[in-house]
């Protein structure tokens, strides 16, 4: 399936489950951060994200800080490296792809990702994954 392919079937609904896993996830928020950058990407790909799962039957599912921490993740790190291929990304970029475990791991316990709280706003990372920030002098 092509970029094109992908992204218009999730924008559309009609990709079939089987077919939209959570790399496609990752792909598809990379295509937005470049075409939209932030913050618009992060309102339009999470509108989206609620507008196929409720195509899909499971409205539910929709997870606010998943979606948002994600989505910043993709962000911070494409700003790295500008104009790099979706390929060149993945291949750089494998902890993003991997669902399990995950790399919000390491920035959220398990009770405060899969709370309820959390699935319907975001939430900031309850793990220190980053070293303070000091006051500059």
């Known amino acids: 399936m092509t970029e094109r392919e992908l992204v218009d079937g999730f924008e559309s609904g009609t990709l079939a489950n089987d077919a939209f896993h959570h790399a496609d996830h990752v792909h598809v928020a990379w295509v937005y951060v470049g075409r939209y950058g932030m913050p618009e990407a992060l309102a339009r790909f999470a509108a989206a994200l609620r507008r196929f799962a409720a195509a ?11 979606t948002w921490a994600y989505l910043l993740l993709v962000a911070d790190r494409r700003s790295a490296c500008p104009g790099e291929s979706w390929d060149a990304f993945a291949a750089a970029n494998p902890d993003l792809l991997a669902w399990r475990p995950s790399l919000l791991d390491r ?6 990702l899969w709370s309820d709280r959390a699935r319907r706003r975001f939430v900031f990372p309850d793990r220190a994954a980053a070293a303070p920030v000091t006051a500059p002098p």
């Not at 039957?57 to 997870?63: D, L, S």
């Not at 920035?107 to 405060?112: H, V, W």
């Open 56 to 66: 899909k039957g499971v409205p539910g599912r929709y997870h606010e800080t998943i």
């Open 107 to 112: 920035y959220y316990t398990a009770e405060t």
